[in-house]
């Protein structure tokens, strides 16, 4: 609806914390934190998985990123250098050109090659970005510093663990472990999970030979793990302060959400990468707030059992460009393509890009801390702003985590 100011409004749920605009595209400006899942099938069932971590500050023209890239790569490299994992860890600062052709679409361009464009899809709030083809969420950052006293209470927890460890044999090998974890977590005032519980899955096998072993899993946290803040950051992991085996969260979305990646390696070369978000509850959200229009990103890992000659293993890496029509009954209905590494019957890695998926139809089932089950066996949580649509899947042999934001038509 056309207004005497020049603006015009548009009509949105609650969940909207963008309620009128001029038709002027908004800007892409201020502080986020970028979170990217990537991961690559090489030859011989090898591969690499990793989780990028992006500290991005915009003034609507240039955008600055420091990017920090941990990617576990595994590679069976025969009789005479063995099979270990190696770490490899990428520190990049890079200025990009930033253009809005529209106001749900953000373009980052290096200016030294004009052809490398990555596309970001913005929804009705300035808070929360995804990635277009990749499967990235870009978190607006709270000004000032937190305290203790604002993380107590309950959240809603979302941890994915990639483990790629030596098998300590004279020719290495790498046990692969893969982690999922959805459910909820309580802190207590001095700081500790003083409750909660969580549940996914694991797959565990012994790289280049072995079969995968895939079970359900369900942890109740440790006590000895506790949430400390420090010179103005916040720490999760044993004792306070940061430690080696810490993980550093970042407080976005007004502080509703938490956010952090760690990498933790051994004398081996090995390592573990661990990704965390942990999202506030709200409160008598009404069933029917989960619906409206959405553009989403994902990110599925499936483990394989190749059976060749020998028992080989393998994953398939895909990348999901999603949109999502959930009505007021919680009825959804996604549709998109999907990008997909893996490999074939002998280990030789394979692309297929942009092959369209078939619509699937989950019923969503919105409780009133904002957290939601689907009738696939997801789990997922909207941010109180409802800015932020968050999801993991967890079917049979596969883990997949999904970013999503309402859309703005």
């Known amino acids: 609806m056309f207004n005497p100011d020049n603006t015009v409004s548009f009509q949105t749920s609650h969940l909207s914390v963008f309620q009128a605009t001029t038709i002027k595209p908004r800007a892409f400006s201020g502080r986020f934190i970028g979170i990217e899942l990537v991961g690559s099938a090489t030859d011989k069932f090898g591969g690499s998985y990793g989780f990028g971590f992006y500290n991005v500050t915009s003034d609507g023209q240039s955008a600055s990123i420091d990017a920090s890239n941990d990617d576990l790569t595994w590679q069976d490299g025969g009789l005479v250098a063995g099979s270990g994992p190696v770490l490899q860890q990428r520190f990049d600062s890079d200025q990009l050109d930033v253009a809005v052709p529209s106001d749900d679409k953000i373009t980052l361009t290096d200016p030294a090659k004009p052809a490398s464009v990555s596309v970001l899809r913005r929804g009705r709030s300035d808070d929360v970005i995804v990635g277009e083809k990749f499967a990235a969420v870009f978190l607006r950052r709270i000004e000032g510093e937190p305290t203790l006293s604002q993380l107590t209470g309950r959240w809603i927890v979302f941890d994915l663990d990639f483990q790629a460890q030596s098998d300590g044999q004279q020719l290495p090998g790498t046990d692969l472990q893969v982690t999922g974890e959805t459910g909820s977590v309580t802190i207590a005032a001095d700081g500790t ?165 078939s619509p699937r139809t989950p019923h969503l089932t919105l409780s009133p801390d904002g957290s939601f089950t689907d009738s696939d066996g997801g789990f997922g949580a909207l941010s109180r702003d409802g800015g932020l649509f968050l999801h993991a899947q967890f079917s049979g042999r596969s883990f997949s985590l999904t970013f999503g934001v309402p859309s703005v038509q």
């Open 193 to 357: 999970f003083s409750a909660g519980s969580l549940g996914g899955f694991r797959a565990e096998s012994d790289f280049p030979k072995g079969l995968w072993n895939v079970t359900s899993k369900t942890d109740v946290p440790d006590g000895g793990t506790s949430i400390s803040v420090a010179d103005g950051q916040i720490f999760l992991g044993a004792g306070s302060g940061g430690g080696q085996d810490s993980t550093r969260l970042y407080p976005v979305l007004n502080g509703d959400v938490l956010v952090g990646r760690t990498t933790r390696t051994d004398q081996s070369g090995g390592a573990d990468s661990e990704l965390l978000f942990l999202v506030r509850p709200s409160s008598k959200v009404a069933k029917s707030a989960i619906s409206g229009n959405y553009v989403l990103t994902s990110h599925e890992l499936d483990v394989v059992d190749a059976k060749v000659s020998s028992d080989d293993q393998g994953f398939a890496f895909i990348v999901q460009t999603l949109t999502a029509a959930v009505d007021a009954a919680g009825n959804a209905v996604f549709n998109g393509t999907a990008t997909t590494q893996t490999h074939d019957g002998q280990g030789t890695a394979q692309t297929a890009t942009d092959v369209a998926i």
